[in-house]
């Protein structure tokens, strides 16, 4: 098997998706965000771009003339129509991107033995197919709240899943209620298991 085992990173805001991303490239992963991937598409995909001001108007740009992802948050969180409308043009080149970047992987003449991306909303796009394994990070709501950025994260929420089905369908799964070295004794823990799969 040439092609990395190909693992998401999912769960709540505030769970620690990306501490356990970060995790895994400390342990020799090859690591991947579709939030950095949004944010590349917004800054350099000039079809992405054209879509967001013909829907949006200029108001979504900032003083550089480059479109804001705070504005357009601050748009699509109060507007579910706006907010599926955006994700339709946002998954299918996330989801290409992610792809081209894993293919890129298997071309290396040693490729690593594990890809991570970070997925937030993995089971909710049914995108657990394109995946090896599943990792799911969830963490007590008291917690998240003093993690997220966000009064109320579960405002942002309530298309999710809830964090007891996540867990009951990922094949690895951490509650993140302890210290960043737990966290990081978890996903050693996780790759061991994972570079067996493709140990000869």
Sequence with gaps: MTRPVA?????????GKT???QAFARHGAATISSDDIVHQ??????????????????????????VDRAAISSIVFADPEALAWLEALLHPRVVAHYLDWRESLAQL??????????VPLLYEVGGETRFDAVVAITAPDEVRRA??????????????????????????????EGTLEQLDDFVAETMRALVARVAP
């Design 41 to 66: 598409l917004l800054r350099e995909d000039a079809e992405v771009r054209t879509a967001l001001l013909e829907r949006f108007g200029t108001g979504i740009l900032d003083d550089a003339g480059n």
């Design 109 to 118: 003449p040693e490729p690593p033995a594990v890809s991570a991306t970070e």
């Design 147 to 176: 993690r997220a950025r966000v009064s109320s994260p579960e405002q942002r929420e309530g298309r999710l899943l809830s964090d007891e089905e996540k867990l009951e369908r990922a094949d690895f799964a951490y509650v993140n």
């Design 19 to 21: 501490e356990a991303l």
């Design 7 to 15: 693992v998401a990173i999912t769960g709540s805001i505030g769970a």
